[in-house]
């Protein structure tokens, strides 16, 4: 009697455990599920581990704005992340603003503050942030559309969004620094930007590695180019290695840049460095340039432990020919007819604009007030001269005549400080260097933006945000056919394994 009753308690346990175990929902590598926002329809969510692809369907008015609703398949997660997928709609109709990605969260709250890397219903591909609880929604949008691969990373305080495409380069959508907790929900995402209907959405290629909080960070360059009209950048070269300042070749085949002291011409097609024979200068900083005809090349040196000095050399490489004897001075501009170079120097305690000739000789004074004037560099007719200025309280572009006269004040908006002013070789266009407002000086290591205004003056338009600053852009680095500026953008990574 007491041996049937052991094995009737025994097969009873059985079912018990098969039937919790039928009841067990399989989320792969996520914890939970949540409809964020209380959309009326929710979500569910279907994983195949024969491919490893999470099918998720969601409703929910929108993912912007103030609030959100939205169904969210999510782990916690800390430290530094990188995520991928594929994603594809299962029917191509419904809302153009319909929604779907990876989200990293600071709570399931509607309010939340979050960043996320969404495909859109017609395409689309956006990253979007919300920096404070309650705050507005802003985004990056994207010039590549869908399909590709989204590849959201977490570096520290440092969000960004690539995208691959097969064998096309590496994308960059953008970069956006902001303060979310240490621990984050982390995961997939489904909006039908309608609150009456759902829609449903296929992940696959799915990845998610939680790198952990490292001790040391190194820094990682990585040399663009964006395509201005589209907004689309392109990845040349990434290196654990300090890059600055790319110069675009005449012919628009490679970019100089300069790196511990050295000049290197990166190929753009086939990502080759290589070094440029400088001869004796080995101190090199990131103020260099070719010069209109493309036949020299200005750099800035620091001989033993002197400051910076200008020289001029063969653009194949060579020796260089000192220009400017007093130091230090830094080169940034070239005159339209090749005579004169324009350049940043420290005199009496102050830094001015001068130019010189290119022969060398007696440098010439163009601006005399209190502060800094940076960053000289002419416009393609020679009639101005475009720099950035504190002589207003604060660090903007401004223009003037190539013998100093007429200064003009192009940039207004006291919610940035603007740096290294470059005309495009067609004459429309200035692009520029912005830190946030309260920014002192050009320093490194910062969230910046590049921003683009008719080179008359305008309402400037921004057209990249990125983690940089010194180093980015302090050199003329458009291609010769004003399309697309070439820049540096860094991050501060963990120590490769």
């Given at each position: 009697?007491?041996?049937?009753?052991i094995?009737?308690?025994a097969a009873?346990?059985i079912?018990?455990?098969?039937g919790l175990?039928?009841?067990?929902?399989?989320?792969?590598?996520?914890?939970?599920?949540?409809?964020?926002?209380?959309?009326?329809?929710?979500?569910d969510?279907?994983?195949?581990a024969?491919?490893?692809?999470?099918?998720?369907?969601?409703?929910g008015?929108?993912?912007?704005?103030?609030r959100?609703?939205?169904?969210?398949?999510?782990?916690?997660?800390?430290?530094?992340?990188?995520?991928?997928a594929d994603?594809?709609?299962?029917?191509?109709?419904?809302?153009?603003?319909?929604?779907?990605?990876?989200?990293?969260?600071?709570?399931?709250?509607?309010?939340?503050?979050?960043v996320?890397?969404?495909?859109?219903?017609?395409?689309?591909?956006?990253?979007?942030?919300?920096?404070?609880?309650?705050g507005?929604?802003?985004?990056?949008?994207?010039?590549i559309?869908a399909p590709?691969?989204?590849?959201l990373?977490?570096t520290?305080?440092?969000y960004?969004?690539?995208?691959?495409?097969?064998?096309?380069?590496?994308?960059v959508?953008g970069?956006?620094?902001?303060?979310?907790p240490?621990?984050?929900?982390?995961?997939?995402v489904?909006?039908?930007?309608?609150?009456?209907?759902?829609?449903t959405?296929?992940f696959?290629n799915?990845s998610?590695?939680?790198?952990?909080?490292?001790?040391t960070?190194?820094?990682?360059?990585?040399?663009?180019?964006?395509?201005?009209?589209?907004?689309?950048?392109?990845?040349v070269?990434?290196?654990?290695a300090?890059?600055?300042?790319?110069?675009?070749?005449?012919?628009?085949?490679?970019?100089v840049?300069?790196?511990?002291?050295?000049?290197?011409?990166?190929?753009i097609?086939?990502?080759?460095?290589?070094p440029?024979?400088?001869?004796?200068?080995?101190?090199?900083n990131?103020?260099h340039?070719?010069s209109?005809?493309?036949s020299?090349?200005?750099?800035s040196?620091s001989?033993?432990?002197?400051?910076?000095v200008?020289?001029?050399m063969?653009?194949?490489?060579?020796?260089?020919?000192?220009?400017?004897?007093?130091?230090?001075?830094?080169?940034?501009?070239?005159?339209?007819?090749?005579?004169?170079l324009?350049?940043?120097?420290?005199?009496?305690?102050?830094?001015?604009?001068?130019v010189?000739?290119?022969e060398?000789?007696?440098?010439?004074?163009l601006t005399?007030?209190?502060?800094?004037d940076?960053?000289?560099?002419?416009?393609?007719?020679?009639a101005?001269i475009?720099?950035n200025?504190?002589?207003?309280?604060?660090?903007?572009?401004?223009?003037?005549?190539?013998d100093?006269?007429?200064?003009?004040?192009?940039?207004?908006?006291?919610?940035?400080?603007?740096?290294?002013?470059?005309?495009?070789p067609?004459?429309?266009?200035?692009?520029?260097?912005?830190?946030?407002?309260?920014?002192?000086?050009h320093?490194?290591?910062?969230?910046?933006?590049?921003?683009?205004?008719?080179?008359?003056?305008?309402?400037?338009?921004?057209?990249?945000?990125?983690?940089?600053?010194q180093?980015?852009?302090?050199v003329p680095?458009?291609?010769?056919?004003?399309?697309?500026v070439?820049?540096?953008?860094y991050?501060?990574?963990?120590?490769?394994?």
């Open positions: 009697m007491t041996q049937r009753i094995w009737g308690r009873l346990l079912v018990m455990v098969a175990a039928a009841c067990r929902v399989d989320r792969g590598m996520f914890e939970g599920e949540s409809n964020v926002g209380g959309a009326p329809l929710g979500g969510l279907v994983y195949d024969t491919d490893e692809s999470y099918t998720i369907t969601g409703s008015a929108d993912i912007y704005g103030e959100d609703e939205f169904y969210y398949v999510w782990r916690r997660a800390s430290g530094d992340l990188v995520m991928n994603i594809t709609f299962a029917d191509t109709s419904g809302h153009l603003f319909k929604k779907a990605g990876w989200m990293i969260r600071a709570s399931l709250d509607d309010d939340s503050p979050y996320d890397a969404l495909v859109h219903g017609d395409g689309l591909i956006a990253l979007q942030y919300r920096e404070q609880k309650g507005p929604t802003r985004e990056i949008l994207s010039g559309r590709a691969s989204l590849w990373e977490r520290d305080s440092l960004t969004l690539y995208l691959l495409r097969g064998r096309d380069p590496l994308y959508v970069n956006v620094s902001i303060a979310l240490e621990e984050v929900y982390v995961g997939l489904v909006c039908a930007h309608d609150a009456a209907v759902q829609e959405a296929r696959t799915v998610f590695n939680e790198l952990g909080t490292p001790a960070r190194e820094l990682e360059s990585s040399i663009e180019i964006l395509e201005v009209g589209t907004g689309t950048r392109q990845v070269r990434r290196s654990r300090h890059f600055e300042a790319p110069n675009w070749s005449p012919d628009g085949d490679f970019l840049v300069n790196h511990e002291g050295k000049l290197y011409s990166l190929e097609a086939s990502q080759i460095l290589r440029i024979d400088t001869g004796f200068a080995d101190r090199l990131n103020d340039g070719y209109p005809d493309g020299l090349m200005a750099i040196h001989p033993d432990d002197q400051g910076s200008v020289y001029v063969p653009a194949e490489g060579g020796t260089p020919k000192r220009v400017t004897d007093r130091a230090p001075s830094y080169w940034h501009g070239w005159s339209p007819d090749q005579k004169m324009a350049y940043t120097a420290r005199r009496d305690g102050d830094f001015d604009i001068y010189i000739p290119v060398g000789g007696e440098e010439i004074r005399d007030t209190p502060g800094l940076d960053g000289p560099d002419y416009s393609p007719d020679g101005y475009y720099y200025s504190v002589r207003g309280g604060s660090m903007k572009i401004w223009r003037m005549r190539p100093g006269s007429s200064p003009e004040q192009l940039t207004f908006d006291e919610d940035y400080a603007d740096w290294f002013p470059h005309p495009s067609d004459g429309q266009w200035v692009v520029f260097l912005s830190y946030d407002g309260d920014v002192e000086g320093p490194p290591n910062k969230p910046v933006t590049l921003r683009l205004m008719p080179a008359g003056g305008g309402t400037p338009l921004v057209i990249a945000t990125l983690f940089g600053g180093g980015t852009i302090n680095s458009w291609s010769p056919d004003s399309r697309s070439a820049f540096v953008s991050r501060l990574v963990g120590p490769e394994q």
